[in-house]
Protein backbone atom coordinates (compact mmCIF):
# COMPACT_ATOMS: atom_id res chain seq x y z
CA UNK A 1 0.00 0.00 0.00
CA UNK A 2 1.26 3.30 -0.79
CA UNK A 3 1.40 6.13 1.43
CA UNK A 4 -0.82 9.15 0.72
CA UNK A 5 -0.97 11.14 4.01
CA UNK A 6 2.45 12.65 5.63
CA UNK A 7 3.86 15.30 7.27
CA UNK A 8 1.68 18.10 9.07
CA UNK A 9 -1.57 16.60 7.77
CA UNK A 10 -0.90 13.13 9.75
CA UNK A 11 0.36 14.72 12.81
CA UNK A 12 -3.60 16.78 12.84
CA UNK A 13 -5.20 13.99 11.65
CA UNK A 14 -3.76 12.32 14.91
CA UNK A 15 -3.99 15.07 17.14
CA UNK A 16 -7.52 15.43 16.19
CA UNK A 17 -8.50 12.14 16.02
CA UNK A 18 -7.36 11.85 19.80
CA UNK A 19 -8.85 14.98 21.20
CA UNK A 20 -12.58 13.87 19.68
CA UNK A 21 -12.19 10.36 21.35
CA UNK A 22 -10.44 11.81 24.42
CA UNK A 23 -13.90 14.11 24.53
CA UNK A 24 -15.99 11.65 24.08
CA UNK A 25 -14.72 9.36 26.26
CA UNK A 26 -14.88 12.05 29.51
CA UNK A 27 -18.44 12.80 28.51
CA UNK A 28 -17.88 16.20 27.05
CA UNK A 29 -19.28 15.53 23.79
CA UNK A 30 -21.98 13.44 22.54
CA UNK A 31 -21.31 9.85 20.56
CA UNK A 32 -20.67 11.91 17.83
CA UNK A 33 -17.23 12.30 18.88
CA UNK A 34 -16.59 8.75 17.80
CA UNK A 35 -15.98 10.59 14.65
CA UNK A 36 -12.49 10.73 15.61
CA UNK A 37 -11.57 7.12 15.20
CA UNK A 38 -11.41 7.87 11.36
CA UNK A 39 -8.76 10.81 11.10
CA UNK A 40 -7.22 9.05 13.85
CA UNK A 41 -6.84 5.86 11.44
CA UNK A 42 -5.75 7.57 8.68
CA UNK A 43 -3.04 8.85 10.38
CA UNK A 44 -1.49 5.94 11.84
CA UNK A 45 -1.56 3.77 9.03
CA UNK A 46 -0.90 7.16 6.51
CA UNK A 47 -3.43 6.10 4.41
CA UNK A 48 -6.63 8.22 3.33
CA UNK A 49 -9.38 6.46 1.05
CA UNK A 50 -10.69 9.68 0.28
CA UNK A 51 -7.48 10.97 -1.00
CA UNK A 52 -6.99 7.57 -3.00
CA UNK A 53 -10.16 7.75 -4.73
CA UNK A 54 -9.82 11.82 -5.33
CA UNK A 55 -5.83 11.24 -5.92
CA UNK A 56 -4.24 13.24 -3.98
CA UNK A 57 -0.89 12.77 -1.30
CA UNK A 58 0.75 15.08 1.12
CA UNK A 59 3.73 12.81 0.64
CA UNK A 60 6.81 13.66 -1.12
CA UNK A 61 7.35 12.13 -4.73
CA UNK A 62 9.51 9.01 -4.45
CA UNK A 63 12.45 9.38 -5.69
CA UNK A 64 13.61 6.74 -8.41
Not at 24 to 47: A, E, N
Amino acid sequence: MRFNVCGIDRFLRVVIGLALVGLTLSGMIGVWGWIGVVPLLTGIFRFCPAYAIFGLQTCPLEKK
